[in-house]
């Protein structure tokens, strides 16, 4: 619904944040039968799902994409009820983490009835995504719909029609049941905003998810669930939607999904299309967002980003490169061979993650099926600066004003990458010289792996190169909130333009990944992750997600799946 309580109305910040959060509130209170308060929750807060939803809404809502679409095609399943389903976990979801901007339950049971009366009318489903229920991120405009990414400023601002993305999946199939939340700025890896709630701090303990500050971790309220697409990441973790679409242009798909223990997919930039998105700096060239999946399944993953290029896009958004699936098989006759990056050698991870990424390489190595090799990092340092220079090339001054515009108060994330000593107000030339810089440390970056080759092969190929690199999905697992400021692990391959991929490993233990570990920091960012560690423990972090990352180079995102499709038959990853 239009939003009327604006800054423009002349509402004050507060007076908008809370028309807004009554306005979510009542799309929840639709929901029937109503879902309760949880007066005082656990941290992890999964299991309660099954104390509040029913044994069909349980099965339902934690079937994934690929058992659920078969069912709905064959009618097996009708769509108005799983869309319940879902839409009843999604409200707990919300009392829980603080996930959802609105749900939108008028729109889907509507739109899911008629795909019912479909299928029995026709004898066959609408498309590949007949009955799925898909979540999305805020600022992907929904025609009609409050259109604000987390700008309290832009609150009012009504999309005119469906994000593309939204039109080729309606034709597919879908079914939109949620809108999730997103951080001030768009520039988090947390998501915590003026609008949907601030954070405060409880002497040693942050407020309790109860109090509605942040979009919290379902695995432990006291961390974050990441950013920027962190409502989708708490959503898609706590199963309250098994597909959702997040955007990414520093880690803002992989962060959540990382945190929340859900597969997510950064593919190549140009390849998805991003036509009817809202953020700031719209029209820059310099670093490119993408969209993609996050999900419970990679299979979800594979049909999100298959059913988009079978659509062919770049029919109708030019600027996408015309490259349909790839259906070959990349390592017929062949060992996939995996680079492991430990370190980024500018922050060492926590020992949580070196434990699972070390129980992923071993197992690898004991099949003998997967070769194994270091992969040396190449100035990821220097990759930072260069991404954060250009992340912001007229200084932040756009973001800046969205936020001072309403009188709401800078974030504390927001203040951390806006106010960066990397930030510049760029002339002309200076942009020009910068994105130089970025197209040489591209080709850097790719002599690098060119020098994993043992051969060229007669036609120029590379022969026995790395494939994919195994990477830390960050510095840690879920941070405590205001604490997620290096991004390097992912924005790494942003700048690079390669796809990554996130999937799930393990969970903080507190057993396995107790004790202490002595490390001589090596800058003040590394010693400021390197003490969060020494602060809180493996207790901290207790029952957060571990996830890994595999990235593979520009526009072979098939190959990244088909590599992880391969680990994950050697491994059984996950071993959760």
């Known amino acids: ?85 879902f839409l009843r976990r999604a409200a707990l979801a919300q009392k829980l983490t603080n996930c959802i901007t609105e749900l939108l339950p008028s729109r889907a049971l509507e739109r899911a009835k008629y795909l019912d009366d479909y299928l029995k009318t026709n ?32 609150v009012g601002n009504i999309a005119p029609q469906d994000a593309y993305i939204l039109q080729i999946f309606w034709n597919a199939g879908a079914v939109f049941h949620a809108r999730t939340t ?17 954070v405060e701090r409880n002497q040693e303990r942050l407020y309790r998810l109860t109090d509605r500050r942040v979009t919290t971790n379902p695995y432990n309220s006291l961390l974050t669930s990441g950013g920027s697409s962190g409502g989708e990441g708490a959503l898609v973790g706590f199963k309250g939607s098994c597909l959702g679409i997040g955007t990414d242009i520093g880690g803002s798909i992989r962060s959540p999904a990382a945190n929340c223990g859900v597969y997510g997919m950064k593919p190549t930039a140009l390849r998805l299309p991003v036509l009817g998105l809202l953020g700031p700096a719209g029209g820059q060239e310099q670093i490119v967002a993408t969209i993609g999946p996050l999900s419970t399944s990679l299979e979800g993953c594979k049909l999100f980003i298959k059913t988009l290029l079978d659509a062919k896009p770049w029919l109708k ?13 990349f390592f017929k006759g062949k060992k996939l061979k995996v680079g492991v990056l430990w370190d980024d050698e500018v922050v060492k991870p926590h020992p949580p993650v070196t434990r699972a990424l070390k129980q992923m390489v071993d197992k690898l190595k004991s099949t003998g099926n997967v070769e194994i090799v270091e992969w040396k990092p190449y100035k990821h340092d220097l990759a930072w600066e260069i991404i954060a220079n250009l ?30 000593r990397h930030v510049e107000t760029h002339t002309i030339p200076s942009m020009y010289k910068a994105t130089i810089k970025r197209d040489a440390y591209r080709v850097e970056y790719a002599e690098h792996w060119n020098s994993t080759a043992t051969s060229a092969g007669p036609n120029g190929e590379l022969e026995g190169a790395v494939d994919v690199i195994l990477s830390p999905a960050g510095p840690g697992v879920a941070p405590k909130i205001d604490t997620a400021k290096w991004w390097g692990y992912l924005s790494q391959w942003n700048v690079l333009n390669y796809p990554a991929l996130i999937f799930p490993v393990d969970k903080v233990d507190v057993v396995k990944d107790g004790g202490t570990q002595s490390h001589s920091p090596r800058n003040e960012t590394d010693k400021e992750n390197w003490e969060l560690w020494q602060k809180y423990g493996a207790e901290g972090y207790k029952d957060a997600p571990i996830s890994l990352q595999l990235v593979g180079r520009g526009f072979e995102d098939e190959k990244v799946i088909q590599a992880f499709e391969i680990i994950q038959k050697e491994t059984g990853v996950p071993f959760v």
């Open 1 to 85: 619904m239009a939003a009327t309580v604006t800054i423009a109305s002349g509402a004050t910040w507060q007076e908008v944040a809370a028309d807004r959060q009554k306005y979510r509130d009542a799309t929840l209170a639709a929901i029937k039968p109503s879902i309760p308060d949880i007066p005082s929750p656990s941290l992890n807060t999964i299991s309660i799902a099954k104390d509040i939803l029913t044994k069909e809404e349980i099965k339902i809502t934690e079937s994934k994409v690929e058992e659920l679409a078969p069912q709905l095609a064959q009618g097996e399943l009708s769509a108005v009820t799983v869309v319940e389903a």
């Open 123 to 154: 004898g066959k489903p609408v498309g590949p995504l007949h009955g799925i229920p898909i979540s999305v991120k805020e600022h992907i405009g929904m025609k009609d719909l409050d259109n604000n990414a987390g700008f309290i400023g832009w």
């Open 182 to 198: 997103q951080p001030q700025t768009l520039m988090h890896l947390e998501t915590s905003s003026n609008l949907y709630g601030s």
């Open 317 to 329: 958004e030019p600027t996408l490169m015309p490259f349909p699936w790839k259906q070959e098989d």
């Open 391 to 420: 992340y912001f090339c007229d200084g932040g001054k756009e973001e800046s004003d969205l936020i001072d515009v309403s009188g709401e108060p800078w974030r504390p994330l927001s203040k951390h990458i806006l106010k960066s």
